[in-house]
C-alpha cells in the first residue's frame, strides 16, 4: 500500500501549490507540509524550494515522483491480481488516429476471450498522459509529443503524414509551397492533440504559424474533418491510414518535406505492464 504521505507529494507534485493540495486531501495545509518534510527527513534531499516565490521541483522529487506514480500503478495491479485470478482487465488510451483506424483488429480479438474486459478512451495526447499520470490507464498508444524521460515506449510503426483535399483540388497529387498552402483554409485538431502539434512545429520552420493562413477552423473530430475536405471547405494534414480510409480524398504534400512519425506505445516508467500490454498485442485463445 501507497504511504499516505507519498499520496500527499504526488498531489502537491501535481497542484505545485500546498493550499490547493490540503484542499484536494481534506486535510491542514501545515499538514502537507509535514508529510513533505517526513519524506525529505526520510530520504535525505530536499524535495521543493521556491525560486521568486514560485514553487519549482528539486531533480530529487522529479526521480521520486516517477517511482511514487509507478508504485501506485504496481499496488493496484497488485490488488487486482490478488481478488480477480482470471479476468483480465485492461484500461488503454488511444489518440484518435489510432483508437479510430489502427487498433481494431487487437480489439476484436482480444475481446474474443471471455475473460478479457476493457475500457478504450480514445482522446488527445494531452490528456491521455495526464491518464497514465493519474493511474487511470495502463499503458496508451500515442502518435503525439511525450516526454521519454517521464515515460517508457515502444514503437510500434511509422506513418507518413500528408496533406489531403478533395477530389479535383488543385493541390491534389502535387507537392506545394507553404506561400500557396497558407492561401487555403486549414482544418486542423484541438490544441493537445498530436497531429495539430506536428502541423505547428513544421509550420514553426517556416517562420509561420497557423494563424497566417487566409482562414483556420478547428474541429476535434476526424470524421467531420473529412466530411468538410470532401466539401472542398479547406485542406487538412492527417495520416497516411486515415487519408486512404476515403476514396473522395486526395493527397498532396509539402515541397521538401516528407513527415513520417511513430506511433508509441507509453506507460509510466517502472510500472509493469508487460503482462498487459502481451495480453492486448496477443491474447489467450478465446474461452468456449
Not at 498531489?11 to 500546498?18: A, F, G, H, K, V
Not at 489518440?95 to 478504450?120: C, H
Not at 513544421?202 to 517562420?207: A, F, P, Q
Amino acid at each position: 500500500m501507497l504511504d499516505y504521505r507519498m499520496d500527499t507529494f504526488l498531489t502537491l507534485c501535481d497542484t505545485m501549490n500546498y493550499r490547493e493540495a490540503a484542499e484536494q486531501l481534506h486535510i491542514t495545509q501545515p499538514a502537507v507540509t509535514q508529510h513533505i518534510h517526513f519524506l525529505e527527513h526520510e530520504y535525505h534531499c530536499r524535495l521543493f524550494v521556491y525560486e521568486n516565490r514560485k514553487l519549482i521541483k528539486t531533480p530529487a522529487a522529479s526521480a521520486l515522483e516517477q517511482y511514487a506514480r509507478a508504485m501506485r500503478y504496481n499496488d493496484s495491479v497488485i490488488r487486482q491480481t490478488l481478488q480477480n485470478e482470471v479476468t483480465m482487465d485492461l484500461k488503454i488510451g488511444a489518440t484518435k488516429t489510432i483508437g479510430d483506424y489502427v487498433i481494431t483488429d487487437q480489439i476484436i480479438r482480444y475481446l474474443g476471450s471471455k475473460d478479457n474486459a476493457l475500457t478504450l478512451i480514445v482522446d488527445n495526447t494531452e490528456h491521455l498522459l495526464k491518464l497514465l499520470d493519474e493511474n487511470q490507464l495502463d499503458f496508451a498508444i500515442v502518435e503525439g509529443f511525450f516526454d521519454k524521460k517521464h515515460f517508457d515506449s515502444r514503437c510500434l510503426r511509422r506513418e507518413p503524414f500528408v496533406g489531403i483535399c478533395r477530389k479535383g483540388h488543385p493541390f491534389a497529387g502535387r507537392e506545394i509551397s507553404v506561400a500557396e498552402l497558407l492561401e487555403e483554409t486549414i482544418i486542423h485538431r484541438e490544441e493537445g492533440s498530436g497531429t495539430r502539434a506536428i502541423l505547428e512545429q513544421k509550420l514553426y520552420g517556416y517562420n509561420e504559424s497557423l494563424s497566417q493562413f487566409r482562414r483556420h477552423i478547428c474541429i476535434s473530430s476526424f470524421k467531420l474533418i473529412l466530411e468538410l475536405v470532401k466539401t472542398g471547405l479547406g485542406v487538412s494534414f492527417v495520416y497516411n491510414v486515415l487519408a486512404d480510409s476515403d476514396p473522395d480524398l486526395d493527397k498532396f504534400s509539402i515541397q521538401g518535406e516528407t513527415i513520417v512519425r511513430e506511433f508509441n506505445l507509453v506507460w509510466l516508467k517502472h510500472a509493469h505492464v508487460q503482462e498487459k500490454v502481451r495480453a492486448f498485442f496477443s491474447p489467450r485463445t478465446p474461452s468456449d
